[in-house]
């Protein structure tokens, strides 16, 4: 089967043609100044007819689009159902009458972290397992849920799907999403800054110097000695340690598999988790096997032909 | 349809004759001191009996029997798949032939808590909907969850009934479960004296005199304004509250239902909660319903017919 695939981020659309679980090319959409979605689609529908021109291909060769969104989407009724401060009318825009009129394909669409984990179990760290987490650590923290071969929607379609705004903290941070504590709140990208500067000692830390304090500084400050940053460093591996227990609780997994920019430092990050879970998850049944993603930023164009195929009830 | 119903906690078993969503006559079996499931099965069996004899019943008129079980428990292979130091013969058992064999009738076993759910569901506080969680705040803090008129169990059948051990204070105490910080290490009866005596001031409170500190003295002597108490009383309050949210966040429920020896104080637990939910919790869709559990001790029992109903895949 063959599907066009765009995955909408925050600062970049990434639109692929696919072959099961082939990529047959792809070209990463600058979207830095544009909010709002109709201007998007417009953008990756002309990107995508260029592919399949370039690519000596047909319209007609597909059987789908599928299109992965960074907000709560109900892929039931092909909708964003909630945005986070981006591309807020979306919830307003009818994705299957667009593909409709601009490709005369169906569309189906989903929250980009499903997206990510549907293409991590089809073709990447995920094969084979039907029960499945997966991690997201970067500028926020992903975290959903496949439980017995199916992605986990829920009532709302949001089951299964905030795995980084499950509270770590009860009497913590203020998170984007409205919650106190929150993974995402404590230990992501956004919130790296804010925790670095409320350490005591930070204005004597080799961070202060740093315009935007991201997680490539703070692990290499900390390798460097600087007592603030591994402060935080800890702190960040224990939360996201603590996050995956939550999330092995909540779902009952085989294998959680993480992604995210973060993961430059697998190196760490891996074998930390691995040991806190071991030690700490309640898994009579074994151990939950901890993967680092295998398809990086390209895990939601992977996941399109498994989406389009789905059925959905 | 017409079921024995039994429903095994810590220090008693709660045995029925259930039709369909009434009870016909139950009575309590006190369990103290008795460590052994076979045991237990040996005694609630005669109790069985017996109240079949006395109701003039015949075991012909029963299509099953349901078991509730205080641990994680596989329900589609009818097996106990872990205690929490209580009755740690139970996984070896064979319930089934048990059941066979005392009776002539089949057995479903299922935890307790996912048990009570199925009955608040059925015929209590959660009627007439499908995506449920239902917390118990007592010795311990259950949470499990029903998604789209399904219990969800999961791969191991530890998913969506663990909600007690959700962590949330990533740096906190430890649970007998294992964990770090989970919802019942922090806010459960058991954790509740552990708690009050770390509060400083403690020796000065009026709780210092109480020999087992329990939630009915904590909310009383809040009220007569001793400092302790408050606080501790308050940071339950929170705790419980932000354990409702994660719940949310992982299951997407429309309604919580809460339950449970320290719903005794509802009249202060379930404003808090519905407040503290309704102002932090993502959702987008409208409001979950914050419910008392209306059938207290009975519900693993009104839960029976349900539990043997159901087709189990």
Known sequence: MKALAVDIGGTHANCGLVENDRILTHESVDLTGTMNIRA??????????????????????FQGIAVGFAGLVDSRIGRVVSTN???????????????????????????????????????????????????????????????????????????????????????GRACTCGGIGCAEAEASGWALPGVVRSVPGFPESSLSSIANIGFKHLFEEAERGDRVAQIVRDRCLNIWAVDAVALIHAYDPEVIVIGGGVMERADIISPYIEAYVQKYAWTPWGKVQIRRAELANNAALVGAVPLISERIS
């Open 40 to 61: 998007v689609l417009s953008r990756v529908g002309d990107v995508l007819r260029q592919l399949v021109h370039q690519h000596s291909q047909s319209l007609t060769d």
């Open 85 to 171: 401060k981006k591309y807020d009318d979306a919830p307003e825009v009818d994705f299957c009458a667009w593909a409709r009129d601009a490709f005369g394909l169906p569309l189906r669409i989903e929250n980009d972290a499903r997206l990510a984990l549907l293409g991590e179990s089809y073709a990447g760290a995920a094969r084979g397992f039907g029960d499945v987490v997966m991690m997201t650590l970067g500028t926020g923290i992903g975290g959903v849920a496949m439980i017995e071969g199916k992605l986990l929607r829920g009532k709302h379609a949001q089951a299964g799907c905030l795995g980084g705004h499950i509270p770590v903290l009860f009497n």
